[in-house]
């Protein structure tokens, strides 16, 4: 009986990490999906979506450095000011800390703003997420030009 009981334990143990991976891949996989979501939302201009994808504190800092608050940023995407044409990213890495979490991932994006078209271009993005009521929302957001 004891050495059933040692071994059942040593097999849990020998499982453990697998379990822990696998939860770890499920909820990288949940929060790429939910960044999906977001910026499926802006391209669509989808603006009610797009309110509960970001917290009401939200800032964007776009390549330029300027820095947008969630009514700025969706203000413009609204009015049509900011038009994505495209905005495709490539794999999403993602690392949690507790409630919250940072993405980081390579996209090709291509928008008309303020009547301009803008090329298409290649950019990293960074973005913070944290658990906020039970929902993964974005909370800042920051994009780099590649050269």
Not at 3 to 13: F, P, V
Not at 61 to 76: F, I
Not at 110 to 124: E, K, M, T
Request: with cysteine; charged share 25%; aromatic share 8%.
């Amino acid at each position: 009986m004891c050495r059933t009981r040692i071994a059942s334990a040593l097999m849990i143990a020998a499982l453990l990490p697998v379990c822990v991976s696998l939860n770890a891949q499920n909820e990288a996989d949940e929060l790429g999906a939910v960044e999906r979501a977001r910026l499926r939302s802006l391209v669509e201009a989808d603006v009610e979506t797009a309110r509960r994808a970001h917290a009401d504190d939200f800032q964007l800092v776009d390549p330029s450095g300027a820095t947008l608050s969630k009514e700025q940023y969706l203000g413009l995407v609204a009015s049509g000011e900011l038009d994505y044409l495209t905005w495709e990213p490539e794999t999403i890495e993602v690392r949690r800390y507790g409630e919250g979490a940072v993405l980081r991932y390579r996209a090709q994006a291509q928008a008309i703003f303020r009547g301009q078209r803008v090329p298409l271009r290649s950019f990293w993005h960074t973005d913070v997420y944290e658990n906020l009521d039970g929902r993964w929302q974005a909370v800042l957001s920051q994009a780099t030009m590649i050269q």
